[in-house]
């Protein structure tokens, strides 16, 4: 660990068993040596309270705190995350085992971190036992109040659902057909906010026995079934895990996507790498290894994006067990024939330079508005088109942004937004009075907006706001959408730019018409040909700009640009294609990190001359070269 710069190990993370061998016995001894001998070795511990993965005697005497899904099924242990979030046998076991291990190491040296389970809900995002059944009902007595409230929130009067007595309500189980969509999307509420108590009844402990300790738990990027914004209110530190596909091309887009909801999810505050792996993992169908270099390069780039801290799951790597294959820092054979073994000592030596960064943060002008309860409200069934997908429309806008350099945060449509000067909104299907305000708010202050298609269609019970399209956005955006015209698999339309541009726009479209908004590009084939497709409008303040359909990548980047330019945002560093560049500042400083995503060496026109922090060289107006997956880290005119 001291040759590979290892200075914090998480420590106990599924050790329940071994911890707490049956319910009245206790095994410390193993604990106790092994933090001590990281400690002596000059390696502070993140530890776990162990959580994350109940002993079998716990479920053996108590198989009522096992799991079930919606259709009945009740999952047993033999793997991990056996556990109802609303158990209260559960709660109690693993609050009796918190309170153990905090009294034990709470004031131990080598203590630097809590670790509350892990990835939660990563398993078992949600149950549907008569436990949460009962967990439901009470969160639902305490939203709405009244028996009546909920029936209206729900709309039950529809295929005669409605209820009489608190009672009668379930979770969304198994149906002939489509459950209640309200009731569904009260469901993931309630299950996020279920998990969320699990994790704050050990953070309480912690919190009075350790009031000095941070504590997180390892976020796993845009997981749809937790709301991060609540949970990260709960963190003293964002954690997060990034698994990105070495065989997919535009994994180096979305692990950048992901550092970004880290950052921003932690309010700018420096957030940690938790795990990633030194080479491959073992559960894909097919699991890639990372060519050379890859592992360096995605690991700095964390560094750029706002993490002060990267780790890897794992230390050494498994000799039984359901991840033997997953990768790690120590392999199963001899390190000095390990490749990913000489990169991470590489990287270790690099990083011992490079504590001033931490000094720094990472600014963004631009943010994209993300709100866990219009995803999942979005993608319920039965609506005009299964295939809009929340991530893949948030995708769309964040590729171009990334790929001319422009850093992006994120945040939800509800927060501060009075520090951006471009706000994007894209398929912001469920929208709150409060978001709406905001957003408005935030236009007529001088702010610009994008908003794409099948935004602001419902409220916060998924119930349709009625007077036209998007009806809370009308006046804004200087239109009404008349109706939807969804695209099929492989169907696209023509869309012509009024400069004479012609794009393609696929999956979705809009029959607009337009009030006092500009039309920017139509629709140029099929059923609306002649009918806008893209519109902005100007106002005192700012301006908005709306796009009816899913615009090809060029066409998108245009429109992007042209948004871009109205709010004056301009990028961190001109770079060849496929070379990222993002910058941190504070304090007086500024460090750019140069990232080469090509297995080919490329040349970067330096305009700021300063010190390369990697090696210690002078760096030089004119172009630097940067070698295949290579990196450069330029502390700038000091």
């Not at 329940?16 to 095994?27: A, E, L, T, V």
């Not at 990372?290 to 993490?307: D, T």
């Not at 009918?531 to 899913?550: D, K, V």
């Not at 948004?563 to 070379?579: D, L």
């Amino acid at each position: 660990m001291q040759e590979a710069g290892v200075n914090l190990v998480s420590l106990a993370i599924f050790a329940w068993s071994r911890i707490q061998p049956d319910r009245d016995s206790w095994d410390f001894d193993w604990l106790d040596r092994i933090i001590s001998m990281l400690y002596e070795g000059g390696v502070r511990v993140n530890l776990a309270t162990a959580t994350a993965s109940p002993p079998p005697w716990l479920s053996h005497a108590h198989p009522e705190m096992l799991p079930v899904l919606a259709d009945g099924t009740r999952l047993w242990h033999g793997a991990r995350q056996h556990y109802c979030p609303s158990s209260p046998v559960y709660r109690v076991a693993a609050g009796r085992l918190v309170e153990a291990i905090a009294e034990r190491y709470g004031h131990h040296p080598a203590l630097a971190m809590w670790h509350v389970g892990n990835e939660f809900g990563c398993h078992v995002p949600a149950c549907y036992c008569d436990v949460s059944a009962q967990g439901f009902r009470a969160w639902l007595k305490e939203r709405y109040g009244s028996i009546d409230d909920l029936n209206r929130a729900w709309g039950t009067d529809f295929w005669s659902q409605r209820y009489s007595d608190w009672e009668e309500i379930i979770p969304p189980r198994r149906t002939p057909t489509w459950p209640n969509p309200s009731q569904q999307l009260d469901y993931m509420r309630f299950s996020s906010d279920a998990l969320l108590e699990c994790y704050e009844l050990e953070h309480k402990v912690l919190s009075r026995l350790t009031p000095d300790i941070p504590v997180t738990t390892n976020f796993m990027s845009f997981f749809k079934p937790l709301d991060y914004w609540k949970w990260a209110k709960n963190e003293d530190v964002v954690s997060n895990d990034s698994y990105p596909d070495p065989s997919d091309p535009e994994s180096s887009m979305k692990a950048a996507m992901a550092g970004d909801l880290m950052r921003s999810l932690g309010g700018g505050r420096p957030w940690i790498l938790m795990e990633q792996t030194t080479n491959r993992v073992n559960w894909r169908e097919v699991n890639a290894p990372k060519p050379p270099g890859l592992m360096r390069l995605w690991s700095y780039q964390a560094l750029a994006r706002g993490a002060d801290g990267v780790m890897f799951f794992q230390w050494r790597q498994s000799r039984a067990g359901a991840e033997k294959f997953h990768s790690a820092m120590v392999p199963h054979g001899p390190v000095a024939s390990s490749p990913a073994w000489h990169e991470v000592v590489r990287l270790g030596k690099e990083f011992r330079g490079l504590d001033v960064v931490g000094d720094t943060r990472a600014h963004a002008e631009v943010t994209i508005l993300f709100d866990w309860e219009s995803w999942w409200a979005l993608e319920l069934p039965s609506k005009p088109s299964s295939a809009v997908r929340q991530i893949d429309q948030i995708e769309a806008l964040y590729r171009p942004l990334y790929d001319a350099n422009v850093m992006v945060d994120f945040a939800h449509p509800a927060a501060d937004l009075s520090r951006y000067r471009l706000v994007l909104a894209p398929s912001l299907y469920l929208v709150t009075d409060e978001a709406t305000a905001n957003i408005e708010a935030f236009v007529a202050a001088g702010g610009v907006v994008l908003m794409t298609f099948f935004s602001g269609i419902v409220d916060d019970r998924d119930h349709i706001r009625l007077g036209g399209y998007p009806k809370p956005f009308q006046d804004l955006l200087g239109l009404r959408v008349v109706d939807f015209h969804p695209l099929s698999s492989g169907q696209d339309v023509a869309v012509h730019f009024a400069d004479g541009f012609l794009a393609r726009g696929s999956l979705w479209s809009e029959n607009i018409e337009v009030n006092d908004a500009e039309v920017v590009a139509t629709f140029a084939s099929g059923d609306l040909a002649e009918r806008p497709a893209i519109t902005t409008r100007q106002h005192e303040g700012g301006s908005a700009f709306y796009m009816g359909t899913c615009p090809d990548g060029i066409a998108t980047a245009r429109v992007l640009q042209l948004a871009c330019s109205r709010a004056g945002i301009t990028p961190a560093a001109e770079t060849p294609q496929g070379v990222e560049a993002v910058r941190r500042g504070g304090k007086g400083k500024s460090i750019l990190f140069l990232l080469n995503h090509r297995d080919v060496a490329v040349e970067v026109p330096i305009n700021e001359p300063g010190t390369s922090l990697i090696d210690g060289s002078d760096v030089h107006r004119g172009l630097l070269r940067l070698e295949a997956r290579g990196v450069a880290v330029i502390r700038e005119g000091w």
